[in-house]
């Protein structure tokens, strides 16, 4: 199964190095040197790496036979793919690859329907899973421990357990005026929020 594992980003200097937008959990053990991997497109592939190295919290790669900027540059948004066996998982528990998350159903604790997932977008901060609703509209679920309470591979399913809001559009706000004691007819004035556009 090929997995892609990074993105190749711009040129770093001027000796062959590219910074790279890591889309692995596991990056020392698919970008590390002597890795070969497939490209998309596959015109520019399969890429060798050299050497890689950390510099400004940023992962750099110098390839095989790409010596100078021009070479670097040339190389810039091509996808790396990994090739992994589809049956390995990842080392720590609680983890999961990319391939197994997509296509699970979601479902809230009580079992409410909540769409697909379709993608895994993975942020500097953290991961989101990218949902499709029934009705074809987008949400995004951060894959947090308090929101994702359970992964189950055997079920095809993520349980989540969103805060207000989240995946409702309708949020429930409470209101000081739900308290207010009856007969209390203070107007509202011209400033209150009324979600009126005019």
């Known amino acids: ?10 040129a770093h200097g001027i000796k062959g190095e590219v910074t790279v937008e890591v889309r692995t959990d596991e990056p020392e053990l698919r970008l590390g040197p ?26 750099l790669l ?43 159903d979601v479902v809230t604790e009580d079992g409410t329907e909540v769409g697909r997932i379709t ?17 074809g509209t987008e949400a995004m679920i951060p894959f947090v421990s308090e929101i994702v309470v359970e992964i189950d591979l055997e079920e095809q399913r993520a349980v989540i357990a969103p805060p207000p809001g989240l995946i409702d559009d309708r949020a429930e706000i409470a209101s000081s005026r739900d308290d207010a004691p009856a007969g209390d007819d203070t107007p509202a004035g011209d400033d209150a929020a009324t979600g009126d556009a005019s």
């Open 62 to 104: 110098r390839f095989e036979g790409v010596r100078d900027r021009n070479g670097a540059e040339a190389l810039r948004n091509t996808l790396l793919i990994a090739e992994i066996d589809p049956e390995q998982l990842p080392e720590e528990e609680d983890e999961y690859y990319d391939h197994q998350l997509i296509d699970l």
């Open 119 to 135: 993608e895994i977008s993975h942020l500097p901060s953290q991961d989101l899973f990218i949902v499709e609703r029934p009705d």
């Open 34 to 59: 002597g890795a070969v991997l497939a490209t998309d497109p596959a015109s520019a592939g399969p890429l060798t790496i050299e050497t890689g190295r950390v510099h400004s919290g940023r992962l």
């Open 1 to 10: 199964m090929q997995l892609v594992v990074a993105r190749v980003g711009r």
